[in-house]
């Protein structure tokens, strides 16, 4: 089962960014998608950005535009670059391998505020 560790949240003014970064254990991160999902205070956990092993990526219409998602297989490591952040945005960001039934990581917090 592969381990994930978050990093790089924090706070932010509106229209600021962030890098949040997922560092995964084992050989195999390649072969799986990795995503990045958030939880908002009071609301269910939502899919924010999915990339595949063959790098195609999703995101959210929330986010589209603003966000994006990148791996680097050398550095069993995939990020989320947060550009334009609004105050909406705020919650605790968890890295994910392989789905719902997959691996998750401990989360991170993203605050915007002023």
């Known amino acids: 089962q592969v381990q994930l560790v978050e990093s790089g949240g924090g706070l932010v003014q509106p229209g600021g960014s962030l890098r949040l970064s997922c560092a995964a254990s084992?050989?195999?991160?390649?072969?799986?998608?990795m995503n990045w999902y958030r939880q908002a205070p009071g609301k269910q956990r939502e899919l924010v950005a999915g990339i595949t092993s063959g790098g195609s990526t999703n995101y959210a219409d929330s986010v589209k535009g603003r966000f994006t998602i990148s791996r680097d297989n050398a550095k069993n490591t995939v990020y989320l670059q947060m550009n334009s952040l609004k105050s909406e945005d705020t919650a605790v960001y968890y890295c994910?391998?392989?789905?719902?039934?997959?691996?998750w990581g401990q989360g991170t917090q993203v605050t915007v505020s002023s």
């Open positions: 994910n391998a392989g789905g719902w039934a997959g691996a």
């Open positions: 084992g050989s195999i991160f390649r072969f799986y998608a």
